[in-house]
């Protein structure tokens, strides 16, 4: 699914106004209509609702959503803040619909005049500006949106919650939605964490936008969908065996980081690999034998750490890193690797920090290689970012110059192509945040790219199987008992829902 800016959102509309054709008051209607079929879901009538509407067509909407909220048997009352003494003509044109089709209380406030009084069991929604915000709100502007916020009420954003730019970052106050009914795509500041105060939990509906227009806008941001994913996908046939599924290299742990090593060669089994071979400093063998017994090992000459990576057999990828620590041995090992490896590649953890500190080693990097970095270590890579608006885009710059797949780890994970597209993973919970998360993701893509799956498929699907696997083992646990294990054994749940979606 795109992403789409406000300038594009703007084109699509009108797009769809001249060409469906429909009368721009009847595709605000439509609109309107698609939010309160969802609010419905989230509140069944009867329920008092205040609809804060401004002068712009985001108060259009609002004022439209009143009156249909008010046939469905809400107590609605509506509220204009008349920010500005001009207002859209389908603004005005709600506004007298309102005024003569309903019974709805259409209260207005000036600048100087006392707010309405909300009750606390009230559901306020915010009809105040939309996606075609361009400069931070002051004033009177400011002035409401800071006292809604203050209400113990539950609030509701149109859109976009009012204050809020679509693809920068904003500046307070910005309306603290606590559900996001937005139009026809999500917008790229859902997925920035600098935003998850005011966007809270947000879903899209479809407003019936042109589809073909959408579709030819040439947006670098998407978000994963799992009907796309689909498309990706390879059913295994019946007389398939363990040598169609490939065979990896892991390359993985020190003394007292066994336990990486471990959870990465687990996920990348259960998520189909047919064979895997790690690769350990002595002191692992046995844990890994008694941990995944359907694993292979390979002992380093070394007993504590991982001095030289073997390449002697036929694999189909590599995955290194996850708890392989940063010794002068390892980076040794790696080099000699980086050199080497003609086969797909996969860096993660410590072979990403060994990296930052050899940045040389860049020109050794095969095309297409994935680097899996959170914050932290792509922060070593790329240096700091004011912003995660900034990050993305350093992350997106990165994928394009250096020709690699970055997975930039997070709660809403961006995946960074080097045709310079991007897609946030929508799925995956706050319990995620764990020791062993990102290990058992690397063994998840790892797994695809054994498979045979271009670069980029493996890791759209590792990263989308991972979150929506987290997500299974919430529902099970709590996100309190959620743990890197645990996501692990639930990739292949995760799967079965993947093929049947």
Request: charged share 25%; net charge negative; hydrophobic share 45%.
């Amino acid at each position: 699914m795109k992403i789409l800016n406000a300038e594009e959102i703007r084109l699509a509309d009108r797009y769809t106004i001249e060409h469906e054709p429909i009368a721009s008051i009847d595709l605000m209607e439509r609109a309107s209509m698609a939010f309160v079929k969802a609010f419905e879901e989230h509140f069944p009538a009867p329920r008092k609702v205040w609809a804060m509407a401004g002068t712009g067509n985001n108060g259009g909407d609002a004022l439209a959503i009143a009156r249909l909220l008010s046939e469905r048997g809400y107590e609605v009352h509506a509220c204009i803040a008349r920010y500005s003494e001009r207002a859209s003509a389908d603004m005005k044109s709600n506004e007298l619909r309102l005024r003569r089709e309903s019974n709805v209380p259409l209260h207005e406030i000036w600048p100087g005049d006392a707010f309405p009084e909300i009750e606390r069991a009230a559901v306020i929604i915010d009809g105040l500006f939309g996606s075609g915000l361009n400069r931070p709100l002051s004033g009177f502007a400011a002035e409401v949106i800071e006292y809604l916020n203050a209400l113990p009420c539950y609030r509701v954003a149109i859109d976009i919650p009012s204050g809020m730019f679509t693809d920068r970052l904003s500046s307070a106050p910005v309306f603290r939605s606590d559900l996001c009914i937005t139009f026809q795509c999500p917008k790229l500041a859902f997925f920035m964490p600098e935003n998850q105060d005011y966007t809270g939990y947000w879903e899209v509906v479809d407003i019936g936008l042109d589809p073909s227009f959408i579709e030819r806008l040439e947006s670098p941001w998407h978000m994963t969908d799992p009907e796309d994913l689909q498309s990706l996908w390879r059913p295994r046939k019946k007389f398939d065996h363990k040598g169609k599924f490939g065979h990896i290299l892991l390359a993985a742990g020190k003394r007292g980081s066994i336990g990486a090593a471990i959870l990465s060669a687990r996920a990348a089994l259960q998520s189909g690999a047919g064979l895997l071979t790690a690769h350990l400093p002595a002191c692992g063998y046995t844990a890994m034998q008694t941990a995944v017994p359907e694993a292979m090992v390979r002992v380093d000459d070394a007993e504590d750490e991982i001095s030289k990576i073997p390449l002697d057999e036929k694999y189909n990828c590599v995955a290194a890193g996850p708890g392989m620590g940063v010794s002068p041995a390892t980076a040794r090992a790696l080099e000699e690797l980086l050199r080497s490896v003609n086969v797909p590649l996969l860096l993660d953890a410590d072979a990403l920090n060994l990296l930052a500190l050899h940045p040389e080693w860049w020109e050794l990097l095969p095309k297409n290689s994935i680097l899996t970095p959170h914050p932290g270590e792509f922060a070593r890579l790329a240096g700091k970012s004011e912003s995660h608006f900034e990050r993305v885009e350093k992350a997106r710059e990165m994928a394009m110059e250096r020709k690699v797949v970055i997975a930039l780890k997070g709660a809403c994970t961006a995946v960074c192509l080097p045709d310079g597209y991007v897609f946030f993973n929508p799925g995956g919970n706050p319990g995620m945040a764990t020791a062993g998360s990102g290990d058992v993701l690397t063994g998840v893509i790892a797994a695809f790219l054994a498979q045979g799956y271009p670069p980029a498929y493996a890791t759209r699907l590792g990263v989308y199987l991972h979150g929506l696997a987290g997500d299974l083992a919430a529902e099970e646990h709590g996100e309190l008992g959620v743990t890197a294990g645990r996501i692990s054994e639930k990739i292949g749940q995760a799967s079965l829902l993947l093929e049947s979606c």
